[in-house]
């Protein structure tokens, strides 16, 4: 294993060890590649980190051996890394969730093995009030990530309907995401029975395919609409965030003319992308999820999403995509030449940050 190094990003001092220790076997996807990922995919991911309670999903001896979740941030973190302290019913006690601010802090974490990253919806500023609605579409073998587009697309014809905008992701495991941004004056008790409504009528609708019960005997072959995601002590995986699967993969953002074309094509493979090629579509497309940031849209009543579901079952019609006008924006380029210490200086323009040369990529 390779020796500790300290480094500098952004006037912070950090000391990085074993860049060459394998976290994925079956890609040969070093630590040292994976907090290369992290740094370079930082503009885009940092944006949806900021200010949100952070746990933590630690790989130490990489995807094949065992794991951890920590909520509590450290106490051995670095002075500099914020936390946001939220009170924990169930524990009795506050918790104090790291917050990943900057870009220091997200190699820092990296260095930790932590390979996932779990956010919460909300802000730990207001811990009560979510910015957006989440459905998280769980496919139950046989079925996949194709049957996934389907109940996609349907949800998406409802908010249609409702002139509500939402947004797809990959979860970089299994299945599909939905983010339905609020950005609004809006509670966990008013989004979470608003999704639970969702997933009924879908399963009363469509249930041959749909089930809103979360109990897994009952998902075999059908997509689990998760609407108890929206909860203020739930997390879900952050876009751009890394997967613990056999190989690299990412929580990617995709564009609906994606989605509708898995579906046609019925090959789960489409849907499928590891950090290299996140990296060319952040570069290529820019953040396709960065409306969920700032886009406000207002929770309709239950009333109006039941009428809007019956319209939508009564005359089946294809809404048009939804089209990005999100601008591009560049990532730092690496390579195994320029390294990291590339990498981290171009994440931020404004920054003085260096790294080590990150170990080159093995051969398969």
Request: charged share 25%; proline share 7%.
């Amino acid at each position: 294993m390779s020796k500790e190094v300290v480094v500098n990003i952004e006037g912070k001092h950090l000391k990085l060890s074993n860049l060459d220790k394998v976290l994925y076997p079956a890609a040969g996807f070093t630590k040292g590649q994976v907090i290369e990922y992290y740094v370079r995919v930082a503009p885009v991911l940092l944006p949806h980190l900021r200010g949100r309670p952070l746990t933590m999903k630690r790989y130490p001896n990489g995807v094949s051996g065992q794991f951890f979740y920590e909520k509590n941030c450290p106490e051995y973190r670095p002075e500099w890394v914020r936390v946001a302290p939220v009170w924990s019913v169930g524990n009795n006690k506050w918790m104090n969730y790291c917050l990943a601010q900057d870009l220091p802090t997200l190699v820092w974490a990296a260095n930790l093995a932590d390979l996932e990253l779990h956010s919460s919806l909300s802000l730990g500023k207001d811990i009560m009030r979510p910015t957006s609605l989440v459905f998280d579409l769980d496919p139950g073998a046989p079925a996949n990530i194709v049957q996934c587009c389907q109940v996609g697309l349907w949800i998406r014809e409802i908010f249609t309907r409702l002139k509500l905008r939402c947004f797809p992701k990959t979860s970089g495991s299994k299945g599909l995401q939905l983010y339905v941004p609020l950005n609004a004056a809006v509670t966990y008790e008013q989004t979470k029975p608003f999704a639970h409504e969702m997933a009924r009528l879908l399963e009363r609708e469509h249930p041959e395919l749909v089930v809103s019960d979360m109990r897994k005997v009952l998902r075999t072959g059908k997509i689990f609409v998760d609407w108890s995601q929206n909860d203020d002590h739930k997390t879900t995986i952050c876009v751009y965030s890394l997967r613990a699967r056999e190989r690299p993969t990412v929580s990617t953002p995709v564009k609906w003319e994606e989605v509708e074309n898995c579906l046609k094509k019925g090959d789960p493979k489409l849907l499928v992308f590891e950090a290299d090629k996140v990296l060319e579509r952040a570069q290529r497309c820019g953040d396709l999820f960065q409306p969920v940031l700032k886009l406000k849209q207002r929770l309709p009543s239950l009333e109006a999403l039941k009428e809007a579901a019956g319209e939508a079952a009564a005359v089946p019609a294809k809404s048009a995509a939804v089209k990005s006008t999100t601008p591009r924006r560049a990532l730092p380029r690496a390579t195994a030449k320029t390294g990291l210490a590339t990498a981290a200086k171009e994440s931020r323009r404004t920054s003085r940050a260096s790294l080590p040369d990150a170990p080159a990529r093995k051969r398969r």
